[in-house]
């Protein structure tokens, strides 16, 4: 399209009628040309190849620009692949995270869930008395939980000893606990 717009301006100018007066100016791809108009034949003749010259090299570089064009195209959708991959991997993880995350609520919420409100214990262990005196130390304990994690109960405890002049001990006492699962 170039090269036929540059043959019908450089014809136009060989045949047009010579006019002294007139100057020409050109600008192609940034590049500004200002000359007269030729005076004869062999001058229009250097303008026509001078314009050949230019378009050629205009040419050369479109052809230039276009393969870089598609080299970084082809750069592009390489990138793109790469990256769409990557985002398939992710996408994969995320959906295994996302099941575990899912086990592991459903795990949790189970625990939760059974009938281990109530819980008694049972305890017995030696106990020293301050007159170092021996004796055992029996207790049962029993907590409800209120909460999720927030426990209160009650205590029964006695102590026996032995070899000292009181003979034992009884008391109830108030548990307050909070339990870690």
């Known amino acids: 399209m170039k090269k036929l717009v540059l043959f019908i301006v450089s014809l136009a100018l060989f045949v047009s009628p010579v006019n002294a007066e007139e100057g020409l100016t050109l600008s192609i791809g940034g590049e500004l040309m200002e000359r007269d108009m030729p005076q004869d034949i062999e001058e229009a003749k250097e303008v026509i190849r001078y314009l050949v010259d230019i378009a050629n090299r205009a040419d050369e570089q479109i052809e230039k620009n276009h393969n870089q064009y598609i080299s970084e195209i082809e750069s592009y959708k390489r990138k793109n692949e790469f990256l769409e991959t990557k985002l ?68 029964v405890f006695s102590y026996i000893y032995q070899n000292t002049n009181l003979n034992g001990a009884f008391g109830i006492g108030l548990v307050i606990g909070y339990s870690i699962y």
């Open 88 to 155: 398939e991997n992710l996408e994969s993880k995320l959906n295994e995270v996302s099941e575990a995350n899912s086990e592991v609520k459903t795990g949790v919420n189970s625990v939760l869930k059974q009938n281990n409100r109530c819980t008694f214990l049972f305890g017995v262990g030696p106990i020293i008395g301050s007159d170092l005196s021996l004796g055992l130390h029996l207790n049962a304990l029993s907590s409800y939980r209120i909460l999720r994690n927030v426990q209160v109960g009650a205590e």
